[in-house]
């Protein structure tokens, strides 16, 4: 059975940096693209970035220059780097997977998602 794990949220303050890890059980990240979503209260869902593989990253419309992404094929992971964090970051982060198209669009759908991880950031 295939999980996905999201890991790295907290409670910050503003202007500083996390990295969030999606790990992956039964799933080898490289067969499979990897989107980061982000969903904050009251709020629609908001695609991040889609990992396709092979140096192939489709940015979200509104993403911010703050965030990166990244994997780890050693370690089966991915990465979503955040710096300078601003509250209006506050959310829950995701990271889908699938081997459907790469998209940050809110209607793709994924083969697998995560519970997610919690940002918080406040002063």
């Known amino acids: 059975q295939v999980q996905l794990v999201e890991s790295g949220g907290g409670l910050v303050q503003p202007g500083s940096s996390l990295r969030l890890s999606c790990i992956p059980w039964?799933?080898?990240?490289?067969?499979?693209?990897v989107a980061w979503f982000r969903q904050a209260p009251g709020k629609d869902r908001e695609g991040l970035f889609c990992?396709?593989?092979?140096?192939?990253?489709i940015h979200g419309n509104a993403v911010p220059g703050r965030f990166d992404v990244s994997r780890d094929t050693h370690r089966n992971a991915a990465y979503l780097q955040m710096r300078a964090l601003e509250p209006e970051d506050t959310a829950v982060y995701y990271c889908p997977v699938g081997q459907g198209p790469c998209s940050t669009s809110p209607k793709a759908t994924w083969d697998f998602w995560g519970q997610g991880t919690q940002v918080t950031v406040s002063s």
């Open positions: 039964n799933l080898n990240l490289i067969s499979v693209s």
């Open positions: 990992d396709g593989g092979d140096n192939l990253v």
